[in-house]
């Protein structure tokens, strides 16, 4: 059974840094395409990152140069580096497994629970 567990949130202010990390196991995590999601009160969830199985890696407009993704398949885990953060930067923060195909099978997307994030001014 699929887990993924983010972990390494909390309230900071603004300008501060924090790292999330998501723990998956279950899965084939080398093989894995991941992303990091946000989803603030009243608004859809959003996309923040993607990381693929060999580390290509994709941004949100309104996270570049500020947040970096990155895996570690030794640990079966992505973090999400988030530096100069904002206000706006608050949502609970949600790790997904991407759905894609490999070696001949499909693999569903998957989410995590999310881990909350509250940037004060």
């Known amino acids: 059974q699929v887990q993924l567990v983010e972990s390494g949130g909390g309230l900071v202010q603004a300008g501060e840094s924090l790292r999330l990390s998501c723990l998956a196991s279950?899965?084939?995590?080398?093989?894995?395409?991941m992303g990091w999601y946000r989803q603030a009160p009243g608004k859809q969830r959003e996309l923040v990152a993607t990381?693929?199985?060999?580390?290509?890696?994709n941004y949100a407009d309104s996270v570049k140069g500020r947040f970096t993704i990155s895996r570690d398949n030794a640990k079966n885990t992505v973090y999400l580096q988030m530096s100069s953060l904002k206000p706006e930067d608050t949502a609970v923060y949600y790790c997904?497994?991407?759905?894609?195909?490999?070696?001949?099978?499909?693999?569903?997307?998957?989410w995590g629970q999310g881990t909350q994030v509250t940037v004060s001014s």
């Open positions: 997904k497994r991407e759905p894609r195909y490999y070696g001949g099978s499909y693999y569903p997307g998957y």
């Open positions: 279950g899965m084939i995590f080398s093989i894995a395409d």
């Open positions: 990381i693929t199985s060999r580390s290509s890696t």
